[in-house]
């Protein structure tokens, strides 16, 4: 059962589909001994959403032995995607468990990272449960990293050791994210999406300066919970403080819901057997139908662009793929369905060189993420608009009035260029 990297990684074939755990489990061990076949191997393709860390696989040196075909495009292998050696799938986060247990993209090998077995044989997938839990189901082939550092997680995140084919011990650092304070634009952004927050709600958010600026900005409310699809340091201080307690959750009051984290090392102790949080299969947390069933959802998601109609472009810079489709979509929706629910979508008005981040139109290419039908609240350091229920005229204005003031005359041209008043 245990071996070596290199040993482990002989039951990867030329012509195989590969899946690598994400996140802060990337195995890295594992990536390595893989790419070190490169020799041996022809044509290997590597399935994964965002990995940390290091991706040799994706260098245009192997590009014979191994091609990438990313369901959300990270840093490590942008440049392998963008240059062709590599192609990103879009589509909804909940859906990917679907593609492995449908057989659309059936799996050869999983490589994965996990806790070591407890006295009953069970490792645990820690920090990055997501679509791993179906991977394993379906992947002819489960080889394992193995490591005392990644913390044990409560939910459907276990796996016995009787289904893992190959396990390699390591002892290392996870990944972690330590996100920078938020600028003054960040902070008031956080200011405007808490005002938005009302007590008893269910949140929804991820990782980055605008979301840790409206957990700092919820310290005065009460009975909030947790359903969302990852979350990070900023949660940790509103559950000490007794804000987050998910009492008045209907799905799995009182627990924190969550498919992935990352962040600190205190926040992956405070993951460790926590039994407040709820480590879940992607497919359920980020299902609509989950989703709607608490009160208040409030979800919090950003973009990289919008249109004055309301488009939102998520994924990519144009046709160049930055990031994924995620679950932006997911919760979107199923905040909007939610009693008293709130989508929002929120972004600085203007990127760090000036550009106008509400625009005219979206760059040629761009992929919408979230549908204009979709969004209900997007909101920047100048406000908050409300485009539910208003019409494309209506959502110009609004979007204008919350647009860089330096932008705001250029954004008045083209709606009346298009609208024409």
């Known amino acids: 059962m245990y071996t070596t990297p290199e040993k482990a990684v002989q039951v990867i074939e030329s012509n195989q589909r590969v899946f690598v755990h994400g996140v802060s489990a990337s195995p890295l061990r594992l990536i390595s001994a893989m790419v070190d076949r490169a020799d041996e191997l022809r044509n290997v393709e590597i399935v994964h959403l965002h990995t940390e860390g290091e991706a040799r696989y994706a260098e245009e040196q192997y590009k014979d032995s191994f091609r990438v075909n990313a369901m959300f495009v990270g840093a490590n292998v942008r440049k392998a995607v963008n240059s062709g050696r590599g192609n990103y799938i879009p589509i909804f986060l909940s859906e990917i468990p679907g593609l492995f247990r449908k057989n659309i993209l059936p799996l050869d090998v ?40 990644m913390p044990r997680s409560h939910g ?86 007794g804000v987050i307690n998910g009492k008045k959750k209907r799905v799995h009051p009182g627990k924190i819901v969550s498919g992935f984290t ?98 005219p139109f979206l760059k040629p290419g761009a992929g919408v993420v979230t549908t204009r039908a979709h969004v209900h609240y997007i909101v920047t350091e100048y406000g908050v608009a409300n485009l539910y229920g208003k019409n494309l005229h209506q959502r110009a204005k609004l979007l204008t009035e919350i647009a860089h003031p330096d932008h705001r005359e250029d954004l008045d041209k083209a709606i009346f260029e298009r609208f024409k008043s």
């Open 110 to 149: 999983a490589m994965i990272h996990v806790s070591p077995p407890d006295q009953h044989g069970f490792c645990s997938l820690g920090v990055s449960v997501e679509v791993t839990v179906a991977a394993i189901q379906c992947a002819k082939h489960v080889i394992a990293q193995v490591n005392p550092k």
């Open 262 to 359: 990352m962040g600190s090392r205190k926040l992956y102790d405070f993951l460790d057997d926590n039994p407040m949080i709820a480590m879940l299969d992607i497919a359920y947390v980020n299902d609509t139908a989950v989703i709607r069933r608490n009160p208040k959802v409030t979800a919090i998601n950003s973009a990289i662009e919008v249109d004055i109609t309301g488009q939102v472009c998520a994924d990519s810079i144009g046709t160049y793929h930055y990031s994924g489709v995620g679950g932006q979509m997911d919760f979107i929706r199923g905040a909007s369905l939610s009693e008293g629910g709130k989508p929002i979508i929120a972004l600085p008005s203007s990127t760090k060189k000036g550009i106008s981040r509400i625009v």
């Open 156 to 241: 459907d995140g276990l796996i016995h050791v009787k289904n893992i084919d190959a396990m390699v011990e390591v002892n290392d650092d996870l990944p972690e994210q330590i996100v920078p304070a938020p600028d003054e634009a960040e902070l008031q952004i956080g200011k405007y999406c808490a005002g938005l927050i009302d007590n008893g709600a269910t949140l929804q958010m991820g990782i980055g300066a605008i979301p840790n600026a409206v957990l700092a900005s919820l310290g005065d409310h009460k009975n909030l919970g947790v359903h969302t699809e990852m979350f990070s340091d900023g949660v940790m201080d509103l559950v000490e403080k």
